[in-house]
């Protein structure tokens, strides 16, 4: 093997393994949002965490010269917060209707929308690696979150587990735009551009939607640890990634997140966690690792 496919191989398997703590950390956000959302708004929260994200990646890019006034005449910038918005809206909405570890399961479907897109967008091939990856990794979430039993369907939880559907598309929708922002911006603008006008569009929904609850001095830790935690740095370190491996392969490791959730959801608030958590968690790891093969 050469040096610049060593080169290679060495970047790839970096961008996984990045990928992976990015999910991990992703991941957290479900139990966080969950046990903070209730008596708090969700639109007043995740403007409070996407003001948090904003303001460290300014700092941050502040201190290491990496503002660009030209990343404003970039499409790709205006429209990354619109996108985003799509995101955060209804999966806070749904989280206050729905479990956290199903919310995290159904944003696992993300894979399926990212493949699609890809293939429609950039005639990204996916061969039967990775269909035999995506097939059991979708698999493995219908195990974790129906556990095979599809009466929960048609339960009081529908309106959020669709709300967290619609999450779902649109992170396939972001995942794919992604590709394309970062051909003109640095990792850093492009989650910049994902964070930075959320705040005043959720506050706009805020006023325009009817949901009880508000916002206090209590919660601002909750809104520290989503915001940095949670939010700002997974995406920073999957968008660092995403240069190096497809966007399908990034979206499947980034199914780890739903794994991670239902665990936490586990520990921290009291959600079952049976043999079909278990096999749908091997499945989805045993996707991951083929489909980062197939690179």
């Known amino acids: ?26 991941g957290t956000s479900y139990v ?3 046990m903070t959302v209730g008596d708090v708004n969700p639109f007043l929260l995740g403007a409070a965490t996407m003001a948090v994200g904003s303001a460290v990646l300014l700092a941050y890019m502040l201190w290491k010269g990496m503002l660009d006034p030209a990343m404003l005449r970039r499409w790709e910038f205006w429209a990354g917060p619109i996108i985003n918005t799509g995101v955060v809206a209804p999966s806070y909405v749904g989280l206050t209707m729905t479990t956290a570890s199903a919310a995290g399961l159904i944003i696992g479907t993300n894979v399926v929308f990212v493949a699609l897109f890809s293939k429609l967008l950039f005639g990204e091939r996916l061969g039967r690696r990775r269909l035999f ?33 619609i999450s779902a598309v649109c992170i396939g929708v972001s995942v794919v735009t992604s590709r394309i922002a970062l051909r003109n911006l640095t990792p850093e603008q492009w989650s910049l551009s994902l964070h930075l006008l959320l705040p005043p569009a959720l506050l706009a929904l805020y006023f325009l939607v009817p949901m009880d609850g508000g916002l206090s001095s209590v919660n601002i830790p909750a809104a520290l640890f989503i915001g940095i935690v949670c939010t700002t740095i ?13 966007v399908v392969t990034s979206a499947t490791i980034l199914m780890v997140e739903s794994a991670f959730a239902v665990f936490l959801s586990w520990i921290f608030l009291g959600e079952v966690i049976d043999a079909y958590v278990v096999t749908g968690a091997v499945m989805i790891f045993a996707a991951i690792l083929l489909m980062a093969r197939s690179e």
């Open 32 to 34: 966080a949002v969950k």
């Open 234 to 246: 997974p995406t920073v370190l999957w968008t660092s990634a995403l240069k190096h491996i497809s």
């Open 1 to 26: 093997m050469t040096a610049a496919m060593e080169g290679l191989t060495d970047r790839r398997t970096g961008a996984v393994l990045t990928t992976l703590l990015s999910s991990l950390m992703l």
């Open 133 to 165: 990856g995506l097939a059991i990794a979708l698999l493995g979430l219908i195990t974790l979150t129906t556990r095979w039993d599809l009466s929960p369907l048609d339960g009081s939880r529908m309106t959020g587990n669709l709300l967290v559907l």
